[in-house]
């Protein structure tokens, strides 16, 4: 036995898929190489196809094997994803964010402590994510979010959907609880 | 046809769901009881099958679902923070902005992915602050009355203040982020050595041991007080802004110390540290309470909110405040913005009309999950636990309440669970307040806890004034009030008990008995009462009539079912574990009646196991 011991068809579907397109993109890097590097030749584009063609036919019926591979490309993965966001958090942070804090002033130094007058939102204001304007049915996309920064005179806002965008790409799907001695934020 | 709402508090703590059949509260649970996970964030997607099942509903049949706060109103002042702090608070920044980005901004699809393809209806959002006004005011018992809500954070809100009449509330003034009570209150929670979020409670039972010698202090420096209740933090002395902790080296250095190490000896300046705070929390509810009955001309007040948990401050409120009737929405916290939601979109979405109604619309707050007897029997076998039916209620009553006159601990599993975060006689541990040993046995043997807390009282609403210093039949089913023992109940101290007030163990103090029921009775004479009658309580109320014919006394100990760190036991599985794993005597599941002694050796839980899998709070 070949040792197919993957639980979950939905997982050995993933291996398998991953095996095959690892295999196939590695081919053809080390083709794009050799166009590169002008070792362009009937000769090595076959030696290629019979790499890929190998490690297809010899990897595929290894599923335990090729499991090993796919964990630890997707650990790697996972940490690659970790650090991108973190650096691209404390680019947009420290270039954003304290660059902002330098141009003018925040909320908490327009408003007191003390009692502020308040409206209760109006029935039409619920369908709204944001405050009390009135608004369309929400999709659950960053177009809301767009045109919420928009109607409510926030614009600025709007420049953080490609913050947005990048973390979503970068996810790596991990737990984010949040840190155990605060609730205060988030 | 039925109009369905459906309201969800979530991505936060304490999620819950809550139901809403035109107008009428069918169902509302948290999550943390059905995962097991307490204060559970996630999208309460077990509370809401609950909920749709109580209600003999799909998710079809949902006409809108409410979420009880504006996210992006919330996401608002979270950049607006950032803004401010930086570039010192990356620290918080790099924890909150992934999960707004992965999740928070789309709540909209979030919910709608959640409930599945067959919900057709509308999805909405209330505002964080209306949603604990509509639950304290729609489920009260007044046709107009003044409404103030406190908490850490909603949106901006920390604080709000307005007014309820008919089918409308209108809030129409708050304090704003970062000046919260809450927070504050949350600081010193921190600093003390507790759990930010969870410990809250210890302090505010901690207090009494203590002087509020830092009042003063916390007053000049950190916190300034208006006469009319509002708040003005020196955010000098506070993390919360642009760092994961709560308290800032400065605060540290005002209070001479770092933050005591949780699980570490509580010293006596925690302990004055503790009733400072606390009263610091009482002169600021007491002065906002009486700017929101200046402004509304009421007389009646309702609250809700965490702080209104606070139910020290509630007594006082209620003794010295300007308001003749107090009601405290009992899910408080932000589990209890789902059920707000949910009766906004009725009353303000809808304009639908209310009538005020003298009982009790919140139900008794049990609004939960309940079991049949085949059901638990059934499981019961299943599992080979030892067990006895009675058919005869009588017999059952008797046999329980003898147990308690014994000094046994009864674990008491009846009827629908509570909603909120306290155990009101469905899911309850219960004993002989008489005895001086219970309280002792349960906080260690059971509760798995610091022992200076004190347990709270179940009284039969008609000999509440006998025992307690309230009105004759007070109204008090929600554990929400503290009022003091009866002068002729106290004991007077002996010289010996009353040196043991100064030992540095706070169990040496607890353990002197200050009264009849010492069980329940704080250093200060206080207690958190909970009024039983007959309307709500059905067989709770006939187990404590029996108690009192048989030993005279109108008074049990009552706490939640669960140990430390566990959420409160939802179903009989959840239930007979507990009951394995501690020192309980006895477990009531409904009409079965099962006895520790009498269960096999391999059924028996082990109990550092059992601990192992909640995390402190």
């Not at chain 1, 990897?59 to 970790?82: D, Q």
């Not at chain 2, 759990?195 to 830092?214: D, H, R, T």
């Not at chain 2, 029996?546 to 760190?565: A, H, Q, Y």
């Amino acid at each position: 036995m070949s040792g197919v011991t993957l639980p979950n068809p939905a997982d050995r579907e993933a291996v398998v898929g991953f095996w095959v397109s690892i295999t196939l993109l590695a081919g053809g890097a080390m083709l794009a190489l050799l166009a590169i590097v002008g070792w362009w030749s009937i000769a090595t584009v076959l030696a290629v196809v019979v790499i890929v063609a190998g490690c297809l036919i010899i990897g595929l019926p290894r599923e335990r094997s090729i499991h090993r591979v796919y964990l630890l490309w997707n650990r790697a993965a996972r940490g690659y994803a970790e650090r991108a966001r973190a650096v691209v958090l404390a680019i947009w942070y420290y270039v954003v964010f304290a660059t902002m804090a330098r141009t003018g002033g925040s909320n908490f130094q327009k408003q007191g402590s003390d009692w502020l007058q308040r409206e209760t939102l109006s029935a039409k204001a619920y369908a709204n994510l944001g405050g009390s304007e009135t608004g369309d049915v929400q999709a659950g996309t960053l177009r809301d979010y767009r045109r919420w920064a928009a109607r409510s005179g926030r614009l600025w806002l709007v420049f953080l959907i490609p913050l947005f965008s990048l973390l979503v790409l970068l996810d790596p799907k991990g737990a984010r609880a949040a840190a155990s001695d605060i609730y205060t934020l988030y | 046809m039925s109009t369905h709402i459906l309201g969800i508090s979530a991505f936060f703590h304490d999620s819950a769901a809550a139901l809403v059949r035109d107008g009428v509260i069918v169902a509302a649970a948290q999550e943390e009881r059905f995962t097991r996970t307490k204060h559970d964030p996630d999208f309460p997607r077990k509370a809401v099958d609950y909920c749709l099942a109580e209600a003999g509903i799909d998710a079809s049949q949902i006409d809108i679902v409410i979420f009880y706060e504006k996210p992006f109103v919330k996401f608002e002042r979270l950049i607006e923070t950032f803004r401010s702090s930086a570039p010192s608070g990356y620290a918080l920044f790099r924890e909150a902005v992934p999960v707004w980005a992965d999740q928070k901004l789309y709540l909209p699809r979030v919910i709608r992915e959640e409930l599945g393809e067959a919900f057709q209806g509308k999805v909405v959002f209330a505002d964080h602050h209306e949603s604990h006004a509509a639950s304290a005011f729609f489920p009260s018992p007044f046709e107009e009355a003044a409404i103030l809500t406190i908490d850490a954070v909603g949106e901006w809100s920390t604080t709000a203040i307005g007014h309820g009449n008919g089918n409308r509330i209108d809030v129409t003034q708050d304090l704003r982020f970062p000046h919260s009570l809450g927070m504050l209150y949350s600081a010193f929670t921190y600093y003390t050595g507790f759990k930010v979020n969870s410990g809250e409670y210890k302090v505010m039972g901690l207090a009494p041991y203590g002087k509020p010698i830092y009042r003063d202090l916390i007053l000049e420096k950190i916190a300034k007080l208006e006469d009319d209740g509002s708040l003005r933090l020196d955010m000098s002395y506070f993390n919360y802004c642009k760092g994961i902790t709560m308290t800032s080296e400065r605060f540290h250095r005002l209070f001479d110390g770092p933050p005591r190490p949780p699980e570490s000896e509580i010293t006596q300046k925690e302990i004055d540290l503790a009733a400072s705070i606390q009263a610091v929390c009482e002169d600021v509810v007491f002065r906002a309470a009486e700017h929101a009955q200046r402004l509304s001309g009421s007389k009646n007040l309702v609250m809700a909110g965490g702080v209104a948990l606070n139910c020290v401050a509630n007594g006082r409120l209620l003794r010295e405040g300007p308001f003749d009737e107090i009601w405290v929405q009992p899910a408080a916290g932000d589990a209890g913005g789902a059920l707000g939601a949910a009766l906004l979109a009725w009353y303000h979405m809808l304009g639908k009309p209310r009538d005020a109604r003298p009982g009790d619309s919140q139900r008794g707050s049990l609004l939960g999950p309940e079991f049949g007897n085949e059901e638990i029997g059934l499981f019961l076998d299943s599992v080979g636990a030892r067990h006895r039916r009675h058919t005869d209620e009588a017999e059952l009553l008797d046999q329980v309440a003898g147990l308690m006159e014994e000094g046994k601990i009864v674990g008491w599993f009846q009827g629908r669970m509570e909603y909120g975060p306290r155990a009101l006689g469905s899911r309850s541990i219960i004993g002989d307040a008489r005895s001086p040993d219970t309280q002792r046995t349960m906080n260690l043997k059971i509760k798995y806890r610091e022992s200076f807390r004190p347990f709270a009282p179940c009284v039969l609403r008609e000999h509440v004034s006998e025992v307690f210093e309230t009105k004759p039949n007070q109204d008090w089913p929600y554990m929400l009030f503290v009022a003091d023992v009866q002068e002729d109940l106290r004991r007077k101290l002996s010289d010996e008990e009353l040196e043991r007030q100064n030992d540095p163990d706070l169990r040496i103090r607890v353990s002197v008995p200050r009264s009849t029921i010492p069980a329940i009775t704080h250093v200060d004479y206080s207690a958190r009462v909970q009024t039983v009658d007959a309307e709500r309580h059905g067989r709770y109320y006939r187990l404590m009539r029996r108690f009192k014919e048989r030993t005279g006394c109108p008074v049990i100990v009552n706490t939640s079912f669960n140990i430390r760190g566990e959420p409160i036991v939802c179903d009989p599985g959840d239930a007979l574990q507990c009951f394995l794993a501690t020192e309980m005597d006895c477990l009531v599941l409904e009409d079965h009646v099962l006895l520790k002694e009498e269960q096999p050796e391999g059924l028996i839980v082990n109990e550092e196991n059992y601990r192992a899998q909640f995390t402190l709070d």
